[in-house]
């Protein structure tokens, strides 16, 4: 039922759903409920409220997925707390909860956006060292921080990877490269 009001934009009354399971002593949630819950709280910009979740599935001793991880990620980057956003990826890691490209994309979507280029095309490098594919997406985002921030040549370099890595260029793409190409 959680999963339906998500999905049909109905986010006030997932809160009210989840506050009626938890006064029922038979009912708990799971990972799937405590996942719906956050990412309606990150829609609803009740941060404080997605992360006394986050902190709560702990405790109750479930394991968080990859994209609760990124979900919180992406609330610590829109709050400006990047060293909190990056203390969630370790903390992922000694979890041994893999991140996906999703993950990858809000952490070098958020390390661009807090002014860390390095950081996010070391990520991408990281990414790849740890066998995990990128998308269009993410490609997309990476070369427009490149290509913002006057690393033209990195940007470029990356789109002529994107083949290499059987990542097809979509018009996203070849806008930001020409946007990039006009402003250098």
């Not at 009210?16 to 709280?41: G, K, Q, R």
């Not at 990281?126 to 990476?142: A, E, H, R, S, T």
């Amino acid at each position: 039922v959680i999963l339906m009001l998500m999905q049909e934009g109905h986010h006030e009354k997932v809160h009210e759903l989840y506050n009626e399971m938890s006064s029922e002593d038979h009912c708990f949630p799971d990972t799937v409920t405590y996942s719906a819950l956050i990412s309606a709280f990150a829609k609803l910009n009740r941060d404080d409220s997605a992360f006394r979740l986050f902190h709560e599935m702990k405790e109750n001793r479930l394991q968080p997925t990859a994209k609760i991880y990124t979900t919180l990620m992406g609330i610590y980057f829109k709050l400006g707390r990047v060293e909190e956003a990056l203390r969630l990826v370790q903390e992922m890691r000694m979890q041994q909860c893999t991140p996906t490209v999703f993950t990858y994309t809000e952490l070098i979507r958020g390390l661009g956006k807090s002014g860390r280029i390095e950081g996010a095309y070391s990520t991408y490098k990281n990414m790849l060292k740890y066998g995990c594919k990128p998308d269009v997406i993410l490609m997309n985002n990476l070369i427009n921080i490149l290509g913002r921030s006057g690393h033209l040549k990195d940007a470029i370099k990356l789109f002529d990877e994107m083949n290499l890595l059987n990542c097809t260029p979509n018009v996203v793409t070849y806008n930001t490269i020409i946007k990039s190409l006009f402003d250098a």
